[in-house]
């Protein structure tokens, strides 16, 4: 069974910046060769990719709207991958979720990830 645990999420005021975690566990466990996803859902809408990363986090991709703004990257020693989050604006407000890859390169479908964390709380105050 794997596990993934977020943390980070809170309340900002826009302009500010957060900094998520998502740690990862479980047997046979074979993190440093999995994309590392992000994604967010935000009240009423439709679960939404934010950014993924590769195994060896050299070709990152992000959403459009969060392009510029928004930065994944990972630790394959600590089973831990991050977003750092800046420049934050309200419509960033949502629950945001890591989740593992089905492959080795990031993508943006969401069911090409296969686990997934319960989520963060993101809320950005204008």
């Known amino acids: 069974q794997v596990q993934l645990v977020e943390s980070g999420g809170g309340l900002v005021q826009a302009g500010g910046s957060l900094r998520l975690s998502c740690v990862v566990s479980?047997?046979?466990?074979?993190?440093?060769?999995?994309?590392m996803g992000w994604f967010r859902q935000a009240p009423g809408k439709q679960r939404e990719f934010v950014a993924a990363v590769s195994w060896r986090s050299d070709t990152p991709i992000y959403a459009d709207s969060v392009k510029g703004r928004f930065t994944t990257s990972r630790d394959n020693a600590k089973n831990t991958v991050y977003l750092q989050m800046s420049s934050l604006k309200p419509e960033d407000t949502a629950v945001y979720y890591c989740?593992?890859?089905?492959?080795?390169?990031?993508?943006?479908?969401?069911?090409?990830?296969?686990?997934w964390g319960q989520g963060t709380q993101v809320t950005v105050s204008s």
């Open positions: 479980g047997r046979a466990l074979n993190f440093y060769a999995m994309a």
């Open positions: 989740a593992t890859g089905r492959g080795n390169q990031p993508v943006g479908a969401r069911d090409q990830y296969n686990y």
